[in-house]
């Protein structure tokens, strides 16, 4: 229940889909389902967080490639890429119960894993 008419998700989606299969099918996706509304976009836009909209070549300053092509590996994980942290955020009403729903989707195989982190607070609101 939130205290404040803010609510905050801090994430990260990481996926070992990158950087072999940005481009393809194989486009695993997540989504912060608030009260039923998706908030997890690609900032600025109505683009839900997935391979291919937050990669190396598209929305790369939201990239952080883990298996250091470009430079050294950004953290220890098995998950290829990663998103930089993000936060959505979504109006509610301070006292009234919120729904949070967070989904992961793995796109036309079973082979390689994405995941969805919560970071610090995880969820909160102001």
Known sequence: ??????????????????????GSQYNDVMAIFVNGTNCATVPGTN?????????YETNA???V?????????????????????LTCSVTVTPGVPVTVKISVADSSDHIY???VALLDQGIWSD
């Open 47 to 55: 683009l839900p967080v997935s391979v291919n909209t937050i990669n």
């Open 65 to 85: 490639d883990n298996l250091g092509l470009n430079g050294a590996p950004g953290y220890n994980t098995s998950m290829n890429g990663l998103t930089v942290p």
């Open 113 to 115: 894993d994405s995941a």
């Open 61 to 63: 300053q939201y990239f």
């Open 1 to 22: 229940m939130p205290t404040g008419s803010t609510l905050h998700v801090k994430y990260v989606f990481a996926s070992e889909e990158y950087p072999e299969f940005v």
